[in-house]
């Protein structure tokens, strides 16, 4: 924003960090700030959760200073779910705060370290408000949506997930990267049934409801289980980008899908790779081959392989 009254602000690019509550958004936002920081980006952390207490990094904006849950619940004898509602209902309502607070970063990359219910973002409108205000203020942001990778070993859980990302991205209207985050914990509770690279590209579900079958609880809603999957694969929206983050070519890999959404890449705010420019522009990442190599270091290899698994189904 320019300090000068009709004047249009200047652009500025960043990330509103969202996903539910434990999947590593406050400890994201503290990685990539250290990691860009090292890049020689100026990074600006604004914690838009009034519930976020003991933050770990520099916060420049923080919402507690105009609002906190406990006062909320306290004061209006509100839960925890009802009072964080209020709480953006107020950020909203008080959009100046947050934009004078927001002028006072000039030249900056934004990391929005955001609350994690996840009716914020499925179908409530306040954040997407919040989200759209700063559209109008110049703002060019991605939206980061982080889930736990160790979801992708159940498959039901799996479903759910992929059924909360594609309501996430249709609600909150902005480019969106969606991230399996805490791949070191990938198969803490169990095994993966397929390749990494079958969940972080969400292929042919079916082969997924098969697996869900073999449950007894789950056989009974295999027609609802299988809707939901149409559903899914109709928008072709869903995809994933695994994530560690004390993994520096995973955050390469996730800075670079970021990057591409909001189109930092293509700007000028610092130097450029004339090849990374071109291969965002032709969509050849080579997604495939950097999934492998996480697959490598995070997965073991079971003693059957996928072909004989699938012939078992």
Request: net charge negative.
């Amino acid at each position: 924003m320019s300090a000068q009254p009709g004047l249009k602000p200047s652009l500025r690019f960043g990330q509103v960090v969202i996903g539910p509550p434990g999947s590593g958004k406050t400890t994201y936002c503290q990685g990539m700030q250290e990691f860009l920081t090292s890049l020689g980006r100026k990074v600006v952390v604004v914690n838009m959760d009034p519930a976020n207490e003991g933050i770990p990094y520099s916060c420049a904006v923080d919402v507690s200073e105009l609002v906190t849950l406990d006062d909320v619940m306290e004061n209006l004898k509100l839960g925890p779910n009802g009072g964080l509602l209020y709480c953006m209902e107020y950020v909203e309502a008080n959009l100046d705060w947050l934009e004078s607070k927001l002028t006072q970063c000039s030249d900056c990359y934004f990391l929005f370290d955001c609350p994690g219910q996840v009716e914020l973002y499925t179908h409530q409108s306040s954040v997407k408000n919040i989200f759209s205000q700063l559209a109008k203020w110049n703002f060019r942001l991605t939206a980061v949506h982080l889930v736990d990778s160790h979801y992708c070993a159940d498959p039901a859980k799996f479903i759910s997930v992929l059924c909360t990302s594609l309501s996430t991205m249709l609600h909150v209207e902005l480019p969106h990267v969606n991230i399996l985050s805490k791949m070191d914990l990938i198969e803490q509770y169990g095994k993966l049934a397929f390749n990494l690279d079958f969940y972080t590209e969400v292929m042919d579900l079916t082969y997924l409801l098969d697996h869900l079958a073999a449950d007894p609880f789950f056989k009974k809603f295999r027609h609802l289980n299988e809707k939901l999957a149409e559903v899914i694969q109709d928008y072709g929206l869903v995809s994933f980008v695994p994530l560690n983050v004390q993994d520096k070519d995973s955050m390469i890999q996730v800075l670079r899908a970021v990057d591409k959404a909001n189109g930092y890449c293509f700007g000028d705010l610092e130097e450029r790779n004339l090849q990374a420019m071109m291969s965002a522009a032709v969509g050849a990442d080579f997604q495939f081959s950097s999934t492998l190599g996480v697959q490598e270091r995070y997965v073991e290899t079971g003693e059957k392989t996928v072909e004989e698994e699938m012939m078992e189904l």
